[in-house]
């Protein structure tokens, strides 16, 4: 019999490769999506006009990490193998101005969703997304036994939730794990993403169709690795024979101004001719340096990254330029002063 997941935050970068592997491999998938007035799924759509799966093993649920009953009920009704909890308000700087949300649905919701599963009483396996930002202010280079310091709301929220998860595992004897991922991108990261601002404004300069890229600070250093390879690690956490908490990351370091860099070269433009700084990105307290160490996961789980940075750049940057090739042949386009 198949096994089967379910996804929070599966309209998202991690969640729509995460279901496309999990398809992959014979799964039965299940997302948690909210309801609105205008459809989220886009970085779905691929699966859908798959006409291998043609949505015959890809259900999608209404729901709200912030709602205990639905979770309840819908683990119920699923009654899972696997549950991966990527919900959240992700985006750090965004976090600073909605300290309270990102608070309740990012760490919170954790809480939430690990008691539904007591309440629900189902057998599953549970991956919680941790993140490199709960080490903040601590030098790197970071692995599991690392002590955390959080520098942003975001990053607060984040350690509440994998504390939660540490206890649930210990006190209720859940399969419960924390994947502390470290910064992983791709051409489907939100556009007010950091890279990927970078290297849609790289593939619209280009084209003329915008002049300026402001950017905030261009000497933070991180870590920065291909999603696609990271929810792989995340499946191969649920798989390891123990519940075990294992960092992700390629133990590589880039400033912000590499990135940029790299992103300008490949399209052959000098980046100190289009960007500028525009104090309003940046944040309140800033994390300067994440470098993850993997030795675990490579250890015990048999990962390790294959996509460094330099080749991540390249990766984004072109699919910018088709999107961005694709977009003009059906419309026209204004540009961003």
Do not use: C
């Amino acid at each position: 019999m198949a096994k089967s997941a379910l996804i929070t935050g599966v309209t998202g970068q991690d969640g729509s490769y995460l279901a496309e592997l999990l398809l992959s491999k014979g799964y039965e998938v299940h997302g948690l999506v909210r309801r609105s007035s205008s459809f989220n799924t886009e970085r779905l759509d691929g699966i859908y006009q798959d006409p291998h799966t043609a949505n015959r093993r890809l259900f999608l649920h209404f729901g709200d990490l912030n709602d205990g009953v639905t979770l309840i009920n819908v683990l119920r009704d699923i009654n899972p193998d696997e549950v991966y909890n990527l919900g959240a308000q992700s985006h750090v700087r965004v976090s600073f101005d909605q300290p309270v949300f990102t608070g309740d649905v990012t760490g919170v919701a954790a809480m939430r969703l690990l008691e539904a599963v007591r309440a629900a009483r189902v057998r599953t396996k549970i991956y919680q997304a941790s993140s490199s930002e709960m080490f903040g202010a601590t030098p790197p280079p970071q692995n599991e036994e690392t002590p955390f310091y959080p520098r942003s709301p975001y990053g607060v929220a984040k350690v509440y939730a994998y504390w939660a998860t540490r206890n649930y595992r210990e006190a209720y004897g859940l399969f419960a794990v924390n994947g502390i991922l470290f910064n992983h991108e791709s051409p489907r990261r939100g556009e007010t993403f950091v890279t990927r601002k970078v290297t849609r404004a790289v593939a619209r300069i280009q084209a003329g169709l915008q002049e300026k890229l402001y950017m905030g600070n261009l000497g933070a250093v991180r870590d920065w690795g291909y999603a696609p390879e990271y929810v792989e690690g995340m499946w191969r956490m649920l798989q390891h024979s123990e519940p075990q908490d294992y960092v992700l990351a390629t133990n590589t370091a880039y400033s912000v101004r590499d990135f940029v860099q790299m992103a300008f070269d490949h399209a052959g433009l000098e980046w100190e001719k289009y960007v500028e700084h525009d104090e309003r990105y940046e944040r309140p307290t800033e994390v300067d340096a994440l470098i993850g160490d993997y030795s675990k996961a490579k250890t015990e789980l048999g990962w390790e990254p294959k996509v460094l940075t330099p080749e991540l750049v390249k990766i984004m940057v072109d699919a910018d330029v088709q999107e961005l090739d694709d977009e003009r042949a059906g419309r026209n386009i204004r540009i961003d002063s």
